[in-house]
């Protein structure tokens, strides 16, 4: 176990640095100076000599890879810089939007492994028409995008019906419509695996002998299948979470929900480079953190694949 921890550990490492590299590489070389775009802000004409000294003190005019080489030495110490925007640090600014954003994430997993778990077993335990009909409209969710299933609930939520309201302060009540947007989609996505994992159990040895003892379907469900696929589950759940917590973005922007969304969104239109870095480093821990927890869950809940590593 502890071998197979340390592998994935090394095997992520080059992943990271990889994606260290490209996330700072693309937002360097975007068109743009930060520095005229944030005096102009300030309604302050910018002069070659005030851009010249900005630019010293965030270490902008030095080369490509001297400035990459010692922002990845900050960022291993989680100092990501300052936003050249609002002049806290980086980390600072993500910490305020990041628990909005977790909580929306969270809750809209909840609600999308509910929704997965009744389109699958539905579509195992129904019958045939019942079952197509089930796999067609998982379809279509999967198949909607984010922003026109946001746009759709907002006519018939708050527009027509009135249970919500267009603009919140970020309550409870708040959550529901861009939680739901979210749960839709992933838990129609998921509900297909779902499926397709209790369909390959259900022609297991052991589904047949519960079957020929009377235990009920229900049962076999609960009892037999579900302990075998909770591991592989596991794996998609944080994927899923991973998912949604980078794809949020314009779901928050859509509803106003103060997570990093709106973070985000103001640093590309101010050009916020530190910020930008930050957030997509962060949004790459994120997977490799959920993938490496799915990991051990699934290494855990899986004795043959115990057995395996323990052989090794």
Not at 107 to 126: F, N, Q
Not at 146 to 159: D, G, M, P, R
Not at 268 to 291: A, C, E, H, K, N
Not at 294 to 299: E, P, Q, T, Y
Request: proline share 4%.
């Amino acid at each position: 176990m502890l071998k197979f921890l340390l592998t994935r550990l090394a095997m992520t490492l080059p992943t990271l640095l990889g994606m260290s590299f490209v996330a700072f590489a693309i937002v360097a070389l975007a068109p743009g100076d930060p520095v005229q775009m944030e005096l102009r802000a300030m309604g302050i004409v910018p002069k070659p000599e005030d851009i010249a000294a900005i630019k010293a003190e965030y270490g902008l005019d030095k080369p490509f890879f001297i400035r990459y080489a010692h922002w990845l030495v900050r960022a291993l110490q989680f100092d990501f810089g300052t936003s050249v925007a609002t002049g806290r640090s980086v980390i600072a600014e993500i910490g305020l939007y990041l628990p909005a954003t977790l909580m929306l994430s969270l809750t809209s997993l909840v609600g999308a492994i509910g929704i997965s778990l009744a389109l699958g077993t539905l579509a195992v335990m129904a019958d045939r028409y019942t079952a197509n009909c089930v796999r067609a409209v998982s379809i279509v969710l999967v198949s909607i995008p984010s922003f026109w299933l946001a746009l759709l609930l907002i006519h018939v939520f708050v527009l027509n019906l009135g249970w919500s309201r267009l603009v919140g302060n970020g309550s409870a009540i708040d959550l529901i419509l861009p939680a739901l947007t979210l749960s839709i989609g992933a838990g129609a996505a998921m509900g297909r695996f779902v499926y397709e994992r209790v369909r390959a159990e259900a022609c297991e040895d052991y589904v047949r002998l519960a079957i020929a003892k009377g235990v009920s379907p229900l049962g076999i469900l609960l009892g037999h299948v579900g302990p075998r696929i909770i591991g592989s589950m596991t794996t998609v759940w944080s994927n899923t979470l991973g998912g949604l917590l980078g794809g949020a973005v314009i779901v928050e922007s859509i509803f106003g929900w103060p997570g990093l969304g709106q973070l985000i969104l103001q640093a590309i239109g101010q050009r916020d480079f530190p910020i930008i870095q930050g957030y997509l480093v962060l949004m790459g821990l994120v997977f490799f953190v959920t993938s490496f927890l799915a990991d051990i869950v699934l290494v855990t809940a899986d004795p043959q694949l115990r057995r395996g590593l323990a052989d090794e």
